[in-house]
C-alpha cells in the first residue's frame, strides 16, 4: 500500500520540525502497520480482527485513507454496504488521487447494480499514470461493462487488461463469458482452458460457464465432469440451481 504523507500544518512547522514532526509521523506509521495487518487478515477471511485491526488505525490516525479503503473492502464483503460506502468516500475524500480506493470503490459500486457510477471510478483509477495495477481496474471494468450489457466497452477493457498481463485470471474468465455471451464458443472454451490453467479451484460460477461452454461444443465428457464438480462442490448455490433447471 501507498504511504499517504500527512500535510504539515503551518502552526506545527512555525512549531518547530523535530518536535511537532515526530507525533504526526509515529501516528501515521502506526496506521499504516496496522491497515496492513487488516489487510493481511482480511485476505485469511479474519473480517472480526481485520475489523480490531482497522479500529486500531483509524485511533491512531483517523486521517490515514488507506485504512478507509481496507475497512470499505470488509464492509463490502460483510454486506454492511452503508457502513463500506462511507468507508470509501471518506477515504477518497482524504485522497482523491488514489487508484486503490477509486478501483475498488467502483467494484463496490458494480456489484450494486451502478454501472455508470462503477465506469467512473474505474476510469479515475486509470486516469493516474502512476497506477502501479492498471490491469486490475481494466479488467474490472471490462466485467461491468458486460454485466451491464455493454458488450464491446467490455472487450476493449478486458483487452487491454491481458495486453498488461496476459495470463490475468480475471480478465482471462471474464473474455471467456464475453465470448460465450457473442455465442463465439469456440473462442470461448479456448479463453476458458487459459483460465483453467491459471486457478486451482473454481468457484460456482466459473464451473457453470465451463458446463455451458462444454454442452455448446459438444464435448459431452467435460461438460458432465464441470458438472458434478458443481453439485458436489456448491450443492446450494444459485448456479447449480440453474443447472438443474437446464439453464
Not at 64 to 87: C, H, P
Not at 134 to 149: L, Q, T, W, Y
Not at 213 to 235: C, G, H, T, V, W
Request: glycine share 6%; hydrophobic share 40%.
Amino acid at each position: 500500500m501507498k504511504r499517504v504523507m500527512s500535510l504539515m500544518l503551518l502552526a506545527a512547522l512555525l512549531a518547530g520540525c523535530a518536535t511537532s514532526r515526530e507525533p504526526d509521523e509515529r501516528s501515521r506509521n502506526i496506521a499504516k502497520v496496522h491497515t496492513e495487518l487488516a489487510g493481511a487478515y482480511f485476505e485469511r477471511q479474519q473480517y472480526a480482527v481485520a475489523l480490531q485491526e482497522i479500529g486500531v488505525a483509524m485511533k491512531a490516525d483517523d486521517t490515514y485513507a488507506q485504512a478507509y479503503n481496507v475497512s470499505g473492502m470488509i464492509r463490502m464483503t460483510l454486506g454492511e454496504d452503508d457502513k463500506a460506502e462511507a468507508d470509501f468516500t471518506r477515504g477518497l475524500k482524504l485522497d482523491p488521487g488514489s487508484s486503490e480506493i477509486h478501483n475498488n470503490f467502483g467494484w463496490f459500486l458494480c456489484q450494486h447494480g451502478r454501472a455508470q457510477e462503477s465506469m467512473l471510478q474505474f476510469q479515475s483509477a486509470l486516469n493516474n499514470p502512476l497506477y502501479a495495477t492498471p490491469e486490475v481496474a481494466n479488467a474490472n471494468a471490462g466485467i461491468c461493462s458486460r454485466k451491464a450489457g455493454d458488450l464491446n466497452t467490455a472487450e476493449n477493457y478486458l483487452q487491454r487488461a491481458l495486453m498488461l498481463r496476459p495470463e490475468m485470471p480475471e480478465a482471462l474468465f471474464g473474455f471467456a463469458d464475453l465470448k460465450f455471451a457473442n455465442a463465439d464458443y469456440a473462442n470461448a472454451k479456448r479463453y476458458f482452458q487459459r483460465f483453467q490453467q491459471t486457478t486451482q479451484d473454481m468457484n460456482a460460477e466459473q464451473l457453470l460457464l465451463g458446463v455451458r461452454i462444454e454442452r455448446k461444443m459438444q464435448d459431452r465428457n467435460s461438460a458432465d465432469s464441470y458438472a458434478l464438480q458443481l453439485m458436489k462442490r456448491f450443492p446450494d448455490s444459485r448456479e447449480a440451481q440453474l443447472l438443474q433447471r437446464g439453464e
